[in-house]
């Protein structure tokens, strides 16, 4: 699954290629994936004529602004966007949905699970909304520091690792960023939160800081089932210490990696550096 340092990577392309351009057609190849209370026939004639201001993002949440509109897309599991020149259109397996824009372009949204999701929504009411309403804010905002997640956690029996993947408190965390969180911050993974004391928590938040903002420097991650779109190789899996590092030496200190599974997550993490 792509997480926030995929998706920033994602968006800042799609940006270069699409800022400004009209959409012309819509086709809605699995009605399913609209989740908004609008029909199909409505939803495509809405969007006729309105340009791409920007491509944004929250957390993992791609934003598509359209003048007093937004097309929020999430990619779940598998989804991918695709733009291509008309001329140059490839045949993409487990196209959902296809729009058509000005300057000759096409945009496609591919998802071999279905599994993702958009929402269309109103630009001035959408941030009170699902499925924006329910995002917490992201390690890099300004409020979030120890104090601020030591207060979310401080009564919680639930391991740490899985907190920071509840996207409600902390968003844009991810699997693989949890587990090379945890390592960073030489904290367990199974740890409850209410046993993370205040500075603990502040090491985890400069350590989701430093994570992220290195993944995103690198193009995020390609691994896992996630492929970014059209040639966007992420090349933090090369700096990765724990993930996918089962049985492996640990770089710090010389232990071994151990995997196992926390809440149905495979979990990557050294217990000797990680108390």
Not at 83 to 103: G, M, W
Not at 109 to 129: A, N
Not at 167 to 190: H, L, R, V, W
Request: hydrophobic letters at 35%; glycine letters at 6%.
């Amino acid at each position: 699954m792509p997480e926030l340092p995929e998706v920033e990577t994602v968006i800042r392309v799609l940006n270069e290629k699409l800022k400004n351009l009209k959409v012309t057609k819509v086709e809605m190849f699995y009605p399913k994936l609209l989740k908004s209370s609008i029909s199909i026939e409505d939803f495509s004639q809405d969007l006729k004529g309105r340009v791409i201001e920007k491509v944004d993002r929250i957390a993992k949440h791609i934003l598509f602004i359209l003048g007093d509109k937004v097309l929020i897309s999430h990619l779940r599991m598998e989804g991918k966007w695709f733009v291509f020149d008309k001329d140059n259109e490839q045949d993409i397996k487990h196209t959902l949905a296809r729009f058509e824009l000005s300057e000759n372009k096409v945009m496609i949204y591919s998802d071999t699970r279905k599994f993702g999701t958009l929402h269309y929504q109103d630009i001035k009411e959408f941030k009170k909304l699902k499925p924006i309403v329910t995002v917490g804010p992201e390690p890099f905002d300004p409020i979030v520091n120890g104090n601020f997640l030591h207060e979310k956690i401080k009564k919680s029996t639930k391991a740490i690792k899985t907190i920071l993947l509840d996207q409600t408190i902390i968003s844009g965390i991810g699997n693989i960023y949890a587990n090379e969180i945890m390592f960073d911050a030489k904290i367990s993974p199974f740890r409850a939160g209410k046993d993370i004391s205040p500075e603990e928590a502040q090491r985890i938040v400069d350590s989701s800081v430093k994570i992220l903002n290195r993944a995103i420097e690198l193009g995020g991650s390609t691994i896992d089932t996630y492929q970014p779109e059209q040639g966007i190789d992420g090349k933090f899996q090369n700096e990765l210490k724990v993930h996918m590092k089962n049985k492996t030496t640990c770089l710090v200190c010389g232990g071994e990696i151990k995997k196992v599974q926390l809440n149905g997550r495979g979990t990557y993490y050294c217990e000797l550096c990680q108390k």
